[in-house]
């Protein structure tokens, strides 16, 4: 069982030591035990349970620079990543619809571009996804309305294109909140979305100058913010850049996540 325990830390630690070098670790504003023979559970910005998986990597406004690897969807009991408010760039990896086990996670506010996989709709436990203030394009992958649990989606300030996918007519939480303003989207939205239990909890719709979504006629041709509709404020408990963060209530865990 020892053997064990040693060689799983072995191995994620390899996996984030290419976190590590891929984002130009050395000059992160945190550091703490990275690299080190210190456990994981000290490294600064990551959490453990009580079987030592990593299930939370926080590193929020910390100096991350360069590319997300791939290989960060081999950390397959991630349930928080939060790399938001840095300087990464380069493509989300398709390697992330490997996480499954994932609840939230933050990539906002960073230089990301290219589009939103489509395999992000395997993730089935998200519940909060911010890649707000990125330099996305491409569409909103359809596959996101088949996420039941999903609460927060916050994807806007970047240059997606296309409406609101028809599959987010699906979504049937009416607590669900999505922000899409401030892209280049163009075209209609469907009476089969203006109707879901989720739309009154919706504002704005302003995209970039150049670019107009209206809404099918049975409210009639809009853009803009919706007259009529309050919003709505979405707090988390326990959050941290306005992402949930998992919280190890292992008594053997105390202290961990973050090192001095």
């Known amino acids: 069982m020892e053997a064990d325990r040693i060689e799983k830390e072995t191995r994620q630690k390899e996996i984030l030591l290419e976190l590590f070098n891929a984002t130009d670790g050395e000059h992160w504003s945190h ?9 994981l559970k000290d490294w ?61 996670s933050s990539l906002a506010v960073n230089l990301l571009t290219g589009s939103i996989p489509e395999s992000i709709g395997n993730l089935t436990n998200l519940r909060y996804l911010d890649l707000c203030r990125n330099l996305l394009t491409g569409g909103i992958p359809e596959s996101i309305g088949n996420l039941k649990d999903l609460e927060h989606l916050d994807l806007h300030s970047n240059h997606l294109t296309g409406t609101i996918p028809e599959a987010f007519a699906n979504i049937t939480r009416s607590d669900f909140y999505l922000s899409i303003n401030l892209n280049d989207m163009d075209g209609v ?23 107009k979504l209206t809404l099918e006629s049975k409210v009639g ?23 949930y963060i998992y919280e190890d209530t292992d008594p053997e865990n105390a202290g961990g996540g973050e090192g001095e």
């Open 189 to 211: 939205i469907s009476t089969s979305i203006q109707e879901s239990a989720w739309w009154s909890n919706y504002i704005d719709i302003t995209q970039r100058e150049g670019h």
């Open 31 to 39: 550091n703490d035990n990275w690299k080190s023979d210190a456990p």
């Open 221 to 243: 041709d809009m853009s803009g913010s919706i007259e009529g509709f309050e919003s709505k404020d979405h707090e988390w408990e326990g959050t941290s850049g306005g992402i």
């Open 44 to 104: 600064y910005g990551i959490a453990v349970d009580g079987i030592g998986n990593v299930v939370s990597v926080n590193l929020y406004q910390n100096n991350l620079s360069g590319n997300i690897p791939e290989s960060i969807g081999n950390l397959t009991n991630l349930r928080s990543l939060d790399l938001g408010y840095n300087q990464l760039s380069g493509s989300i990896p398709e390697s992330i619809s490997n996480l499954t086990n994932l609840g939230s």
